[in-house]
């Protein structure tokens, strides 16, 4: 089973950027998807962008041309770095490998004036 943990949330100003992680421990994910999803206040938990195995990305509407999904496999971690934010990207984000069913708990970006 792989265990995840997201990292580098906080809180921003609009326009602001943030650097993501999630770190993998207990077995290597170089040749799995792996998915940040987002939670917003009074949603459902959204898929915004995952990043195969060979690195091919796919991004949601909300987030393409902000986000920028990679990946370390030598770090076993997989980076999102999130741009121009605005206060409709506050929410909790959370790092997600379906082939195994792991979340991560979550890191939380506050984008606020």
């Known amino acids: 089973q792989v265990q995840l943990v997201e990292s580098g949330g906080g809180s921003v100003q609009p326009g602001g950027s943030l650097r993501l992680l999630c770190a993998a421990s207990?077995?290597?994910?170089?040749?799995?998807?792996m998915s940040w999803l987002r939670q917003v206040p009074g949603k459902e938990r959204e898929l915004i962008v995952y990043?195969?195995?060979?690195?091919?990305?796919n991004y949601g509407d909300s987030v393409k041309g902000r986000f920028i999904i990679n990946r370390d496999n030598t770090k076993n971690t997989v980076y999102l770095q999130i741009n121009s934010l605005k206060p409709g990207d506050t929410g909790v984000y959370y790092c997600?490998?379906?082939?195994?069913?792991?979340w991560g708990k979550g890191t939380l970006v506050t984008v606020s004036s």
């Open positions: 990043i195969a195995g060979n690195s091919i990305t």
């Open positions: 207990g077995s290597a994910i170089s040749t799995y998807v």
């Open positions: 997600y490998l379906y082939s195994m069913g792991s």
